[in-house]
């Protein structure tokens, strides 16, 4: 086996460990990670399939899931507008339903960090939790921020408008109150338009290089190698990065404590904290899109199961996309034992929630390791979480 997925292996391995509180072993492991090369991946074999036509349903799934992002974001803007304008408890529920929408469907815009997305840094102004509630105070008091500049990120997008419009601890007469009546009212109202404002922005931009006339998108189907400059290399990457990182890691590991050597749990750390009934839902939606990238999004669609198919790539004694399909199944299986609210479930049933994150885990290994291996596709993305 070649060295990186060596490198792969061991870091699973560890990461097996170290949820058992065999940390020495794991420190040992690490650090034989640390001494080992990597090198080029192999070409997967000459089969009858056509990557360029993998890459332009792809794109088309891309695009499609741009659109019904912003749309939603649009409505979003629109009822924070309406609510800014004429503070109530039905327009504060009004923003809450389509914020809630807005996040579902940003679920299946995450993957996509490559390209102008990347350099736009969009997950990092979209979605970064827990949000700082001491900045954005900062933020809505002085009236003198930039979003978009580094010591903003935790408190812009998404999770901040949770927030300004959940606010753990006050009713829904005290927060329109704020909005309404309070001094300094027109502030907090300001500050809701701006993040609004800012997602619709720079969401936009990376949605018009998705369009089916836009140079970005006819170059990302022409680019079908599987270098690790080609388009498919780009994507899988993003996608891998993506499930390993903000769904298995952020949505679950950090919350759970399953990334700690204490093991401690950190309730204060799951997705959408203020709204407090939903992370869970959030959880299982980002599942959904993942699924729909590897599958496709229509049963006509050419999809990375069709091409694992095609290689008859292996796992075991059984292929490795049941493996993939089957292991999805059991995170969806793990994931239905947990209930909201999450933050007050790691804390009270933490086995459970380390158990669901061990299924996460082990999709991992089959996407970032079997997978990508199977492809001829090489990881060239770090993280730090020894896993």
Partial sequence: MINQIRILRIQDLALQLKMMGMTVVTLILLTLVSCVAKEEMEEPA??????????????????QDFSSYLEALSTMQAEASAFDANPSISQLQALRDTWSTALLRWQHVAPYSFGLSAELALEAYSNIYPTSTERIEQNITSGDYMLGSANNLSAMGLQAIDYLIHAAGATDEEIVARYSSDDGAES??????????????????????WNSASAERASFIANDGNDQG??????????????????????????????????TPNPNTVEAYYEGNKSIVYLEESINAF????????????????????????????????????????????????????????????????????????????????????????????DNDGD
């Fill in 230 to 263: 080609s388009s498919l290399g780009l994507f899988l990457n993003a996608f891998n990065k993506s499930y390993e990182k903000s769904t298995r890691t952020e949505k679950l590991g950090i919350p759970s404590g399953a990334l700690t050597f204490s093991m």
């Fill in 291 to 382: 699924e729909a990238l590897y599958v496709g999004m229509e049963s006509e669609d050419i999809s990375l199961s069709d091409y694992l198919i095609a290689l008859d790539a292996r796992h075991g004694e059984k292929s490795l996309d049941e493996a993939i399909r089957n292991q999805i199944e059991s995170v969806r299986s793990a994931i239905d034992l947990m209930d909201d609210p999450l933050s007050d479930f790691v804390v009270n049933e933490q086995e459970t929630a380390l158990a669901a994150f061990a299924e996460m885990q082990a999709l991992v290994v089959l996407w970032k390791v079997d997978m990508m291996s199977a492809l001829g596709i090489l990881i060239t993305y770090q």
């Fill in 46 to 63: 000459d089969v009858d399939f056509s990557r360029t036509a993998l890459l332009g349903d792809l794109a088309e799934h891309i695009e």
């Fill in 188 to 209: 907090p109202g300001n500050y809701l338009i701006a993040l609004c404002e800012h997602l619709s922005l720079n969401t936009s931009q990376v949605a018009n290089t």
